[in-house]
């Protein structure tokens, strides 16, 4: 259907003039297949460029609060000392930001990009002092199980064609895992030898019920209607 080249309003074939504005329109008159563009969608930013000026918000204002630090620091004290602990923490904060702001078309590199720069923000707070002490044999193993447990139970989620109970499934065994994982450091860590408790108990109490949950997912489940079978 045509429209008035002024004021965009649909016109009969048959018009002669705009019924809205009066403007005559002879044979000037648009064809059908032009479409009025509304002034105000030229202005309308896209989500790529929504998320490009949030990301340099971000980075600015944290430049800022950068050099802010780094001023008293040097001002109270002459030299670069304590300033350096929330410098990593912003850095750390502006690489995860950067990361989700950035790569979220892109999930695998977007979840790997601040895994590994969880890594270098241990090793940096560990270095402040100008040595390695808990970083290498305490902080990273914890991290890294953190991550490997996490990352599995999200892959196995992804494979899986029919979802529900084993999502809950896996996250308990990632949490056993975790337990496993933190205690076994922390045993190596402060006392050179592994006595697993406390992850034991944790195991013992929600592998069964994993365990469980899987078999009413895939057993129970495939057959009949959960929610008939629970009257829910």
């Known amino acids: 259907m045509p429209t008035c080249p002024d004021c965009g309003v649909e016109l009969a074939e048959d018009a ?39 990301w340099e918000v971000l980075s600015v204002s944290s430049a800022i609060a950068a050099v802010a630090v780094l001023a008293v620091n040097l001002i109270d004290s002459g030299a670069l000392t304590w300033a350096l602990y929330p410098l990593f923490c912003l850095a750390f904060a502006w690489t995860v930001f950067t990361g989700v702001f950035l790569l979220y078309r892109k999930p ?53 064609k029919r979802k529900g109970a084993n999502l809950i499934a896996l996250a308990l065994l990632a949490v056993v895992t975790l337990c496993i994982g933190v205690e076994f450091t922390l045993d190596r860590f402060l006392s050179g030898r592994v006595a697993l408790s406390w992850s034991a108990i944790v195991a013992f109490t929600l592998v069964p019920i994993a365990c469980f949950l899987f078999y009413l997912h895939y057993r129970v489940g495939k057959k009949t209607n959960l929610r008939k079978l629970f009257r829910l």
Do not use: N, Q
Request: with cysteine; glycine share 4%.
């Open 108 to 160: 695998m590199l977007a979840i790997l990009f601040p895994a590994l720069a969880l890594h270098a923000f241990l090793l940096g707070l560990d270095l402040v002092d100008g040595r390695l002490t808990w970083a290498l044999p305490l902080a990273l193993p914890i991290a890294l199980d953190a991550e490997l447990s996490a990352a599995a139970a999200w892959l196995l989620s992804r494979v899986s």
């Open 16 to 54: 002669r003039a705009c019924p809205l504005c009066g403007k005559p329109l002879g044979d000037a008159r648009p064809h059908a297949h032009e479409k009025y563009i509304d002034p105000e969608d030229r202005e309308r930013l896209t989500e790529r460029e929504r998320r490009t000026i949030a």
